[in-house]
């Protein structure tokens, strides 16, 4: 049996156990690949890892930078009081239309606020509305700017919320400092902000699965 074949049969055996899809997250996946959306959401583990930090944060406000179809949104919006809210940017419309009806279906529109356009030019705007702070941020977006979504979750955020980063393995060509593509020199420029702002602490964890070798990065706002 190959390692791909066990990272999958792993991830089978967790998912049955321990978070399993329902019919609205079943949908979510049919139709973001009936329309054609690339398959580079989080799996159903990683969704309710996600799920359980909102919890666990106790989170009423959380930013998404990175909608794609509005599966990881489902697993982060389930986990909000219901006066909670959820901001979600998504870059291309025909992926944040897709999402809008998945969320809708899951009955999450109320508390999902999905926007439409370059995060770097709705993160301005987001902050100019003066919103009260946000308890998590999930980055799941372009890599390239990486470094400015975590800048950004910063000045959105309070002490003690927490900032999630998504693929930073980028495989493994995160730590190879020549590394000339946008996406890789993104996510080192992030990691390094990470480790090196007074007011983050933080770590990463290589993960393997069925959507294979990966990781996360993982910080909380200091002060």
Sequence with gaps: MSESQIWD???????????????????ALRDSDAAGLPPIGVTASQGKFLQLLAEVQGARA???????????????????????????????????????????????DKVVDVRVGAALECLPQLADENPPPFDLVFIDADKANNAHYVEWALRLTREGSLIVVDNVVRGGRVAEADASTPDVQGTRAAIELIGSHPRLTGTAIQTVG??????????????
């Design 9 to 27: 049969n792993v991830d089978a055996y967790f998912t049955t156990h321990l978070a399993r899809d329902d019919e609205a997250l079943q949908a």
């Design 62 to 108: 959380i930013l998404e930078i990175g909608t794609l179809g509005g599966y990881s949104t489902i697993w982060l919006a389930r986990a909000l009081p219901a006066d909670g809210r959820l901001i979600s940017l998504e870059y291309s419309p025909k992926h944040a239309e897709v999402a809008s009806r998945n969320i809708a279906r899951a009955g999450l």
């Design 210 to 223: 069925s959507k294979g070798y990966d990781g996360f990065a993982l910080a909380r706002v200091l002060g």
